[in-house]
Nanobody, 118 residues
């Protein structure tokens, strides 16, 4: 089974930017990012297929950009104009089939923390 390794994250002030990266141990069609804030349910942030079809949650559209390097099996989430509400543990996820915000993902990374202060 494909394994995912995340990097990036950290602390930033509101209005700042962060970049998250996730590398898969092999090819997998769909990769994406989820997040879970303290006391909140996990939510889908963005997904991208190996054909570069992307989806974004309404809360991040226009501020976050997902991209993918198929040759390196890497997906990157560029997060701009961060707000305190973006504070959460961010998880990279992957699945072999359909790729959108509502399908179930079966491969998960360990998570990386993002903290945005006001």
């Amino acid at each position: 089974q494909v394994q995912l390794v995340e990097s990036g994250g950290g602390s930033v002030q509101a209005g700042g930017s962060l970049r998250l990266s996730c590398t898969a141990s092999g090819y997998i069609f769909c990769m994406g990012w989820f997040r879970q804030g303290a006391g909140k349910e996990r939510e889908a942030v963005s997904t991208i297929s190996s054909t570069a079809v992307t989806y974004y949650a309404d809360s991040v559209r226009g501020r976050f950009t997902i991209s993918r390097d198929n040759a390196k099996n890497t997906v990157t989430l560029q997060m701009n104009s961060l707000v305190p509400e973006d504070t959460a543990m961010y998880y990279c996820a992957a699945r072999p089939g359909y790729c959108n915000l509502i399908v179930s993902f079966n491969v998960w990374g360990q998570g990386t923390q993002v903290a945005v202060s006001s």
